[in-house]
């Protein structure tokens, strides 16, 4: 069984920054894609940002330029760089993992608030 921990969510103020981290407990080096969802209260869950196994990102047009979707390997973590938040990035984040042969896997979520 593959786990996925998601951390670094908290309080943000408009204009801020905050990185998410996606741990796995199997090797992400090859054969996979990870993806950063998020869900806004009364909002369904939309795709955020994905990295595949060997480096190609891709963002959704509300996120491009300001967050930034990278892995580092021997960690096998993923991580999410989130630059010059706005109030609508207020979500659950969560992590999803791809393995090709093996499955889709999905992290517990990790909060992201704006204080005021």
């Known amino acids: 069984q593959v786990q996925l921990v998601e951390s670094g969510g908290g309080l943000v103020q408009p204009g801020g920054s905050l990185t998410l981290s996606c741990a796995a407990s199997v090797s992400v080096r090859t054969d996979n894609t990870m993806d950063w969802y998020r869900q806004a209260p009364g909002k369904q869950r939309e795709l955020v940002a994905t990295?595949?196994?060997?480096?190609?990102?891709n963002y959704a047009d509300s996120v491009k330029g300001r967050f930034t979707i990278s892995r580092d390997n021997a960690k096998n973590t993923v991580y999410l760089q989130m630059n010059s938040l706005k109030p609508e990035d207020t979500a659950v984040y969560y992590c999803?993992?791809?393995?090709w042969g093996i499955g889709t896997y999905w992290g517990q979520g990790t909060q992201v608030t704006f204080s005021s």
């Open positions: 999803k993992a791809h393995f």
């Open positions: 990295i595949t196994s060997g480096g190609g990102t």
